[in-house]
């Protein structure tokens, strides 16, 4: 039957070839574009109907609806775009070979030393995250409490509606993503690694969608090629593609669109302003802080596409790139659980609890959001000055607290109160973020502030002119300051500028194409030694990111094992150590098809539960504040935290349960873990 499955899903990636053929020009960097427009436009709404139908677990019917999407998606594109002369995508695969091998022999030994570092580092590091995402379990946080957790919650129940989950996210988060992890988990044979897919191919995607955009712009293929494996060693991006985090697929959405929104500038044909409506609406329902982007989205399509001769032009183009943004939000958006947060919460995202918890309403009055938003500014720039990745080692640590030390100065002596002051933050601002938040969180490593970030802001005042990126740099600060303004500081902030590399990296271009920067010159002996220097350091800062990732280690470091070597509950728990054992109890007591009863709490892990087959079947009695629930009938066992069953609530504590416990005695945590006891029903 899992051939069967296999042999579908290939079947059905040949489909998404033939049509994405079918409307994209003869461009490598197109098609696979299109074919992952194609794909997650076909899985989502293909989600939404089985939902609808409680088909969700049914693997046959999922076969036959992402099937029918796709016909569907033929027919709209065969009637939008006119049908161009035929080719290969070998012969095309074939062509840009020939192009690749050309273009090598007639590099610069520079520039040849350059990039031989760059691909070797790329290619290695991408065959360790290969066999990390193929080899090891899902251990990230919000996956733990929400993402993965509420995947399987759905397959149980064969549908995607609101449950009352115990961790807000489980109901109020966007099920786009979900439907694809779904769909990739049931068709692979219930193979969970495949969760992860998603993730790791959105990797790859954003990087051509990099070179792609950068082709657009500056029609140089070492300038596209040095942005793409630039971007590819951004370190939080790069740690993202063996996670579930969602951060890594909206920027593989964001970077979609902007290809299309620039090549739709080049060519100025329709096709690619219904591309970027459909994209559009499929990355908003992905995402919520998708808004936050809308201003530098905006200022892109300002460039590519409002700038018009006259005013018919101007309005022409404006109906049609609408009209494809409403119709896609109908298709992609709306169902995604925004209308359905709004029936039951009365707000698109969620309860009040989580808006005051994580978004602009915990600044208080505007004088103070703009005080503290300004501040935020300022904390996230001396974040990304840093050498992460390089800090992971001790020696590199050294080095880091070394060369900080002329800023850390600086803000003692203008007196900012980055540290002190924190009514507008998660976890308070620190001049040295604790390991926690560096190891597993990164930020763009030595290419953003040696090299990115200045050139952003050199354009931005406009030292250095150019026009296409001075709109860029515009884009990239309005994101960096909603950011800052929106929500309160967290040390985990920088997996959300990964979307902001999109807008900065793309000012790499500059080092190839303006004549006062270009490393293609001759001479400049000292402008391309210190370029080279931060190549060689990016590349560094990398492999010792992936190598010295605590969270999910190809080899042993720090005292732990490898991920491959790890025990299951011991790897899904790392962030929260002090459950571990607890957790290993009731792992070796719970039979791997029991149903169990959970009155746990919002940060609780419920994902480790499910067993290493994902067979137990959880049960939530404590949903997010509505109160604890009677056990369910069919309950087997109940797994509660003292906190919420005790000798006042509703379910009082009997003599007999199973202590697990937790280990009290741990400091440094984000989250202290509870009293856990286990009670047999039957």
């Known amino acids: ?33 299109s074919c992952f427009v194609l794909f997650t436009g076909s899985i989502i709404p293909s989600g939404f109907i089985l939902s609808a139908l409680d088909l969700t677990a049914h693997v046959y019917v999922w076969i036959i609806t992402s099937f029918l999407i796709l016909s569907l998606h033929y027919l709209i594109w065969s009637y939008l775009v006119n049908a161009g002369p035929g080719y290969s995508v070998r012969s095309v695969l074939s062509n840009r070979l020939t192009t690749f091998r050309a273009w090598i022999r007639e590099l610069s030994p520079y520039l040849k030393a350059i990039f031989l570092i760059m691909f070797s580092t790329f290619v290695f590091i991408g065959v360790t995250n290969l066999i990390l995402v193929l080899f090891t379990a899902p251990n990230e946080w919000d996956s733990m409490t929400g993402h993965l957790n509420r995947a399987v919650r759905y397959i149980q129940r064969g549908t995607m509606a609101h449950f009352g989950g115990t961790n807000w996210n489980m109901d109020t988060y966007p099920k786009s993503l979900t439907t694809i992890q779904i769909y990739s988990y049931l068709i692979s044979g219930n193979f969970e690694n495949a969760f992860k897919l998603i993730h790791h191919a959105s990797y790859y995607i954003s990087l051509v969608a990099v070179f792609g955009t950068a082709q657009r712009i500056g029609r140089n293929l070492s300038a596209s090629f040095f942005c793409a494996l630039a971007y590819s060693l951004f370190l939080d ?26 090549t739709y500038y080049s060519t ?22 998708f808004a936050l982007l809308l201003p530098s989205v905006f200022v892109i399509m300002l460039y590519t596409v409002f700038l018009a001769p006259d005013l018919k032009t101007f309005f022409a183009r404006f109906v049609k790139l609408g009209v494809s943004i409403f119709v896609a939000m109908l298709i992609y958006t709306f169902p995604t659980g925004y209308i359905k947060n709004i029936m039951v919460f009365g707000h698109p995202i969620g309860p009040p609890t989580s808006l005051k918890h994580q978004s602009v309403e915990r600044a208080g009055p505007l004088s103070n959001l703009f005080e503290q938003g300004s501040r935020n500014m300022v904390r996230y720039a001396y974040d990304f000055f840093n050498l992460d990745g390089i800090r992971n080692a001790q020696w590199g640590y050294n080095l880091n ?30 001049m040295q973020r604790r390991f926690q938040n560096y190891n597993a969180n990164p930020y763009w490593g030595v290419f953003g502030f040696a090299l990115t970030l200045p050139l952003v802001l050199l354009v931005l005042v406009r030292v250095f002119r150019s026009r296409v990126h001075w709109f860029l740099a515009l884009a990239f600060c309005l994101h960096f300051a909603t950011l800052s303004y929106s929500a309160p500081y967290d040390p985990f902030k920088g997996r959300y500028f990964i979307e902001t590399g999109l807008f900065g990296v793309l000012f790499l271009l500059l080092l190839f194409s303006h004549h006062r920067l270009s490393i293609t010159k001759p001479r400049r002996n000292v402008w391309k030694g210190y370029v080279f220097v931060i190549v060689v350091l990016a590349c560094i800062s990398a492999v010792m990111s992936v190598y010295l990732n605590v969270r999910c280690l190809p080899l042993p470091a720090y005292g732990h094992e490898s991920a491959f070597k790890t025990e299951r509950v011991k ?38 539960l499910y067993g290493a087959e994902l067979s137990r079947k959880l049960i ?27 000798d006042t609530s509703k379910i009082k504590a009997l003599p007999t349960d199973i202590r697990l416990g937790s280990d009290t005695t741990m400091t440094n945590l984000d989250v202290k873990g509870e009293d856990y006891y286990l009670r047999k029903l039957k």
């Open 620 to 646: 939530s009695i404590n949903p997010f504040e509505q109160g604890l629930k009677p056990i369910p009938k069919e309950a087997d066992y109940l797994f509660y935290a003292r906190s919420v069953v005790n």
């Open 571 to 608: 790897f899904q728990t790392i962030a929260r150590p002090d459950i571990t054992k607890p957790y290993q109890a009731f792992d070796s007591i719970v039979p791997p098809d029991a149903t169990v009863a959970l009155a746990t709490i919002n940060d609780d892990f419920e994902y480790p």
């Open 268 to 289: 100025r044909s329709n096709k690619y302003l219904y591309f970027s409506g459909m994209i559009f609406g499929i990355v908003f329902g992905h995402k919520v802080t």
């Open 401 to 430: 607290t070394t060369i900080r030390k002329p800023i850390v100065a600086l803000e003692d002596k203008l007196h900012m109160r980055l540290d002190e002051e924190t009514d507008f933050s998660i976890l308070p601002f620190s």
């Open 1 to 33: 039957m899992v051939l069967f499955y296999w042999l579908a899903f290939f079947l059905f990636l040949y489909g998404i070839g033939f049509v994405a053929k079918k409307v994209a020009q003869p461009s490598l960097t197109e098609w696979l574009l």
């Open 237 to 262: 991006f790069l740690m993202q593609a063996i996670s579930t985090e969602t951060d890594i697929v909206m920027t593989a959405y964001l970077s979609c669109l902007m290809y299309f929104l620039f």
